[in-house]
């Protein structure tokens, strides 16, 4: 904390205000007095000038495209860590040792199946129902089956619900998809990695041995740990209000895929793919362009800008590489990716895009890969939540711990009527 001040003056009145830094990134004031001593509130919707909280998990400097997990950069991680390594890092705030990975990895595993009953929860749901809404279902309803580990003040009770968690989600997320398509449910093997025994749920089907690709495994693994984190993240920032007033952590993390699946958030994986598959042939991507720069459009690029990142998306550079290697794994092409490069060829040098920084964002390619793997674009988001999840339940775990937490309860600027009486239904 520094010893700066700013000052306001408002109302007449003139107020001090502690100005507190972090290790990196922008100072912020400390305005929690400001009600009390002017009875003015500050304004802020979006929340685009507002720190919500202190976080030591991941930091981001939108200008010069930098992401780090308790400040090692991403594209380090993606390059030399795994989503196993990763999730441990931003739970616990150090790199493990081998023998900690080894411990880690092996209480995820011991986690990974359900609740036997919660197979018919699934069979409630209509066969062509949204998987991210089935997603919002499953995991609020785990808030019914595992009451031993949900006292909340209690950190084993914290540690067990993270880890059920962040082992359940896959289970949880292949058989969403298993029941769109009409398949059986599969059920764990715990001989595979997080990634690889993702995979077998998804595409393995009883009747025969289903074989992990090393090369897709281990591009979903990036993928995953490319997802894991991004600090105050609309759906972050939703499951810790929800958290903050004490709520159970299964309904949290509900919480927080309901916000996820929104196009402005994670639910523009499925929006990019979709708009690369309507642009279709490079020849129409100008149209495209046009429409986006149109105020009376309310079309936007998908998978382009961010509220954070003015510069390219760390997370959008490692994205366009993996397409590349899955493509030569698989030994497939997809004309889409090509129609991606030229659309963002094309924006990169448009001044639109230029004066207002918009850039590639890491649900630009991420649909690309995840459709040459076998996904249906439905299942985008669902992947974009089972790899968040290690970082809601982070900074839920932080929010808890934190001992000057106080429930999130922001103040407004009311336009409505003033106060009137009631006119009886017979005079209206
Ligand atoms: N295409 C065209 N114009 C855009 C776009 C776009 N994708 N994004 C922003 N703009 C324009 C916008 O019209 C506005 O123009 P003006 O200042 O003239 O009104 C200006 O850029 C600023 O946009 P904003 O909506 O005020 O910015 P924001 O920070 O509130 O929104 C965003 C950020 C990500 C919601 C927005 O860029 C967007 O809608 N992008 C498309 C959806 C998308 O790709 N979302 C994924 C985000 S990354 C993954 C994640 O974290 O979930």
């Given at each position: 904390m520094s010893d700066n001040q700013?000052?306001?003056?408002?109302?007449?009145?003139?107020?001090?205000?502690?100005?507190?830094?972090?290790t990196i990134g922008p100072d912020v004031i400390d305005i929690r007095k400001l009600y009390a001593q002017t009875g003015m509130f500050t304004y802020d919707p979006g929340f685009t000038s507002t720190a919500s909280c202190d976080s030591a998990i991941t930091y981001i400097d939108g200008d010069e495209g930098v992401l780090l997990h308790r400040g090692y950069p991403i594209g380090q991680l993606a390059e030399h860590s795994s989503f196993m390594e990763v999730s441990y890092l931003l739970l616990n705030g150090e790199l493990p040792s081998s023998g900690e990975l080894a411990e880690f990895s092996r209480t995820i595993t011991r986690h990974t199946m359900l609740h036997e009953q919660l197979a018919t929860f699934y069979r409630g749901f209509r066969r062509d129902a949204h998987p991210m809404a089935i997603m919002?279902?499953?995991?609020?309803?785990?808030?019914?089956?595992?009451?031993?580990?949900?006292?909340?003040?209690?950190?084993?009770?914290r540690k067990i619900s993270s880890h059920r968690l962040i082992a359940k989600m896959p289970t949880i997320a292949a058989m969403a998809y298993k029941y769109s398509v009409g398949q059986p449910f599969v059920y764990p093997d715990n001989k595979l990695s997080y990634t690889g025994n993702f995979l077998k749920m998804t595409f393995g089907v009883p009747a025969e041995e289903y074989e992990v690709v090393p090369a897709v495994e281990k591009a979903m693994d990036r993928i995953f740990t490319l997802h894991a984190d991004h600090e105050q993240n609309a759906s972050t920032s939703t499951v810790r209000l929800a958290g903050s007033s004490g709520a159970?952590?299964?309904?949290?993390?509900?919480?927080?895929?309901?916000?996820?699946?929104?196009?402005?958030?994670?639910?523009?994986?499925?929006?990019?793919?979709?708009?690369?598959k309507e642009i279709g042939t490079p020849d129409k991507i100008q149209h495209y362009i046009d429409r986006a720069k149109d105020k009376?459009?309310?079309?936007?690029?998908?998978?382009?800008g961010h509220r954070v990142y003015k510069n390219y998306d760390p997370?959008?550079?490692?994205?366009?590489?993996?397409?590349?290697?899955?493509?030569?794994?698989?030994?497939?092409?997809?004309?889409?990716?090509?129609?991606?490069?030229?659309?963002?060829?094309?924006?990169?040098?448009?001044?639109y895009f230029a004066e207002k920084k918009l850039f590639p964002n890491v649900d630009f390619y991420s649909g690309i890969i995840?459709?040459?793997?076998?996904?249906?674009?439905?299942?985008?988001?669902?992947?974009?939540?089972?790899?968040?999840?290690?970082?809601?339940?982070?900074?839920?775990?932080?929010?808890?711990?934190?001992?000057?937490q106080k429930i999130g309860r922001p103040r407004q600027l009311y336009t409505g009527p003033t106060q009137r009486d009631y006119i009886p239904l017979s005079e209206r």
């Open positions: 700013a000052s306001l003056t408002a109302g007449g009145k003139t107020i001090d205000m502690p100005v507190n830094s972090g919002c279902g499953v995991v609020g309803a785990l808030s019914a089956f595992y009451h031993d580990s949900t006292d909340i003040a209690d950190p084993t009770h159970n952590p299964f309904a949290c993390i509900a919480a927080g895929i309901a916000c996820l699946w929104g196009p402005a958030h994670g639910g523009a994986n499925e929006a990019a793919l979709n708009m690369l009376n459009d309310p079309f936007r690029l998908m998978g382009f997370r959008a550079t490692v994205m366009q590489t993996t397409v590349r290697e899955v493509f030569a794994a698989l030994n497939v092409q997809d004309p889409l990716f090509e129609t991606a490069l030229r659309l963002e060829e094309i924006a990169l040098s448009d001044p995840l459709s040459a793997i076998g996904f249906p674009t439905t299942m985008f988001t669902v992947l974009f939540a089972l790899a968040r999840t290690v970082g809601w339940v982070a900074q839920w775990n932080e929010m808890i711990s934190d001992p000057g």
